[in-house]
Structures are given as structure tokens and as C-alpha cells.
């Protein structure tokens, strides 16, 4: 059965300012993500891949092109749309982590939850449930300093998951990590994509990630090539 249309994005250009001078960072991408995949973006630093992971998490603004997710067209959106798709529909996984220092690992994954309005015994049972699914349940009441790098990378994705999001965007996820530790968090992700249904996409330096994905876009002078 054919996979449904996830991301459409047409001719998008992005520049970045400096002083009067724009720098521009893609250059007119044109490409289609399906529903349930595991996507790779690779190319050398300074290509354009993290900008183009940022503006699909809308974390960027559009500027120039359509970029459209699950049909809506995300150039059109305002503020309060915007983050609604980020809060309830795409999941962030970052090379550093990012995880809050004085909270345990559950009430780390609970956070965001949290912020969607879920009661606190909902969003325990959700924080559990994905620390289950990635192996650490048994850490959930450690702060993440009691952590190794590959534990710490878990729960990130622990907290991407919890929100049971349609997409998961992650930035160089094992960088960090050793080889033996960062094929095992790529295997966690792609068992995640097959028992959530949920898009995994990725950008990456590593030549194991990439083998591992089933569609991978080359990006260079922040072009497709």
C-alpha cells in the first residue's frame, strides 16, 4: 500500500542576513516525505541540512517555496498554528541532548507533556510507557548526571516519542556517541518508525545512519544533488 504524503516541499529557498548582505542557505529544494519512513539528510557542514531540519520543526520561518505538512500549507500558518503543529505533531531529538540538569529522567520526559495540558498521572503513565520502549525504564528516577551518553540519548528520544508525534526530526543524534552506541540508538529508531508509524528524519554525517535509512538526500550549497 502506498505510503501517504508527509512533507511536500517545493522550490524552497532560504537566506540568512549579515549586516546588508544575505547568505543564502538552500536554494531551492524540491522533495516528498512520505508518512512512516526513515529519512537521512547528508552533506558536508555549511550544506544546509540543519536549516532545512529547521524549518520543516518550524523552528525557521519560510521565506521562499511552499512547504506543506500533511497537507497544510506551513508558510501560511501564524504564530498560534504554528505551534500547535510543534507541540503535538513533531518530536526533537539534538546532538546535545538538552536535558533539564535538576529534574529526573521521568520528569524530564514528563515536561513537555505536561505543557500539552496532560493530567500528571497521564503524562507519568506516557513517560513510562516510552522509557519502556527505548530500555531505560529502570533509570527513571536517576538525574541525567548519573547518566553514560548513550543513556542520556535515550531519553531524548524517550521524549520525542512520549508525545506520540507524526514526525521525529533529529540533528547529528549520534555524533556524540561511540560507533557501538550510536548503531544501537539508530536501531531504536528504526523500531520506533515500525511499531509508531511514526517519520524519522535525520541529518548526519555518519555513513551507518545513512545506511540504515530507507531514503537518503545528498545536500550540498544547500542543494539536492
Known sequence: MEKEELYLIND?????????????????????????????????????KSTFLHLLGLIEPVQEGKLLFRGEDMGEMNEK??????????????QQFHL??????????????????LKKEEARERALAALNDVGIADQAKKRPSELSGGQKQRVAIARAVAKNPDVII????????????????????QKLVSERGCSMIISTHD???????????????????
Open 81 to 94: 498554528q504554528m505551534n500547535r503543529i510543534r507541540k503535538y505533531h513533531i518530536g526533537f531529538i539534538f
Open 207 to 225: 555513513p551507518m545512519v545513512e545506511k540504515h535509512s530507507e531514503m537518503n538526500f545528498h545536500i550540498q550549497d544547500g542543494q539536492i544533488v
Open 170 to 189: 533529529a540533528d547529528e543524534p549520534t555524533a556524540s556517541l561511540d560507533q557501538r552506541t550510536g548503531e544501537g540508538i539508530v536501531e531504536l529508531l
Open 12 to 48: 524552497l529557498q532560504f537566506s540568512y542576513k549579515a549586516g546588508k548582505q544575505e547568505i543564502p542557505a538552500l536554494r531551492g529544494l524540491s522533495l516528498s516525505i512520505p508518512t512512516s519512513s526513515f529519512v537521512t539528510f547528508t552533506g558536508p557542514s555549511g550544506s544546509g
Open 100 to 117: 533539564i540538569p535538576v529534574l529526573s529522567i521521568e520528569e524530564n520526559v514528563m515536561y513537555f507533556l505536561l505543557s500539552q495540558g
